[in-house]
């Protein structure tokens, strides 16, 4: 089993910043790829960022230059520091995170986080 963790989610006025992490631990002998995605009222969810082993990211349009995301390989863990926040980033942020559970693993699988607020005020 894989679990993983989400912290940091909150409410802030617009034009603030918050930075959230998500921690994955578990049977785990590597993970792939690391992102977050979001999911507000009415709408679908949709990524916001990811970023690989490698360190390659790549973002929506409307969260670049605002939002970074970052990881620890060594600790599992991926971070995403979210800038100038807009009352339009007011969704519930997902983890989510691709990965191997054993060294034969040939393909990865998807795990997700349960989830967290993220409210900004006008």
């Known amino acids: 089993q894989v679990q993983l963790v989400e912290s940091g989610g909150g409410l802030v006025q617009a034009g603030g910043s918050l930075r959230l992490s998500c921690a994955a631990s578990?049977?785990?002998?590597?993970?792939?790829?690391m992102g977050w995605y979001r999911q507000a009222p009415g709408k679908q969810r949709e990524l916001v960022a990811a970023?690989?082993?490698?360190?390659?990211?790549n973002y929506a349009d409307s969260v670049k230059g605002r939002f970074t995301i970052s990881r620890d390989n060594a600790e599992n863990t991926v971070y995403l520091q979210m800038n100038s926040l807009k009352p339009e980033d007011t969704a519930v942020y997902y983890c989510?995170?691709?990965?191997?559970?054993?060294?034969?693993?040939?393909?990865?699988?998807?795990?997700w986080g349960q989830g967290t607020q993220v409210t900004v005020s006008s």
């Open positions: 989510n995170a691709e990965c191997y559970p054993t060294y034969y693993s040939t393909e990865s699988v998807p795990y």
């Open positions: 578990g049977s785990i002998f590597s993970i792939n790829a």
């Open positions: 970023i690989t082993r490698g360190g390659s990211t």
